[in-house]
């Protein structure tokens, strides 16, 4: 099977505001390969979201082509194949911890055994306690966390993760990074993090700078066009 998860080239996303389309992802290329730790940085407003929402094909882009061919076709790769942990709070409000946990792999008719699945991806990131509680018993970095469990739980090749220490003080944040760099260790699943965290961002191997829209810099894996 080919390293190559996610292939894009010159992948734009434009909005119309008034009568101009504004590009707000503009003539993106570049691969995620297997293993890849790739960290997305860029101001509020540069497009990290808009381009974590292509890669994970829950968006369509303007222009420009991406293939996920070593995964399969579009519509089956959320959430058994990419995970995206979105950076707004996407806990569904009446399912407790577990169930929130459980979701993607009921959506996947896994035939994994739920509950210990649900239990192993609870535990990496210490949130066994929480098991049974509802959203709104939690702090902000408490569900992220959540959605951070919920990410792994399915064994997915892509974990697209739209600043998931945002809610966290840089200690926590560390920490959950920790977990999860632990838990993927070994594992041939390429992990993508937005992140304005420079301290965050460091611990990727691999850095894909945005400025309005344009990826302009990056070290490791980027191609060029
Ligand atoms: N659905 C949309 N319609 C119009 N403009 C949008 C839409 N989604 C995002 N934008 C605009 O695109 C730009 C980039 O947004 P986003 O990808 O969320 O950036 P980031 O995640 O880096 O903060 C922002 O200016 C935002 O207002
Ligand atoms: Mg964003």
Redesign the pocket.
């Known amino acids: 099977m080919s390293d190559i998860l996610i292939d894009a080239r010159s992948l734009s996303r434009s ?1 119309l505001q008034g009568e101009s389309s504004i590009a ?1 992802v503009a003539s993106a290329t570049f691969r995620l390969r297997a293993r890849d730790r790739v960290a997305l940085v ?1 101001r ?7 381009l974590m929402h292509l890669m994970a094909g829950l968006d369509v882009p303007s222009s420009g082509a991406i293939s996920w061919s070593a995964l399969g076709p579009a519509e089956t790769l959320l959430p058994a194949k990419i995970s995206l942990v979105f ?1 707004a709070q996407s806990l569904l409000e009446p399912m407790t911890v577990s169930e929130n946990v459980a979701l993607p792999l009921l959506l996947a008719k896994s035939t994994v055994d739920i509950d210990a699945a649900v239990s192993a991806a609870l535990a990496t990131f210490g949130l066994e306690s929480l098991s049974r509680k509802l959203p709104e018993e939690l702090s902000g970095g408490q569900m992220q966390r959540v959605a951070m469990a919920r990410a792994i739980v399915g064994n997915p090749s892509v974990i697209l993760a739209d600043e998931p220490t945002g809610q966290l003080d840089q200690p926590t944040g560390h920490a959950l990074l920790d977990a999860l760099l632990a838990h993927l260790d070994g594992t041939n699943t390429a992990l993508v993090i ?1 992140t304005h965290d420079p301290s965050i961002a460091a611990r990727m191997n691999t850095i894909w700078r945005i400025e309005r829209g344009v990826l302009v810099e990056s070290s490791g894996t980027l191609e060029e066009a």
């Open positions: 909005y707000v860029g509020s407003g540069s497009g990290k979201s808009t950076q937005a």
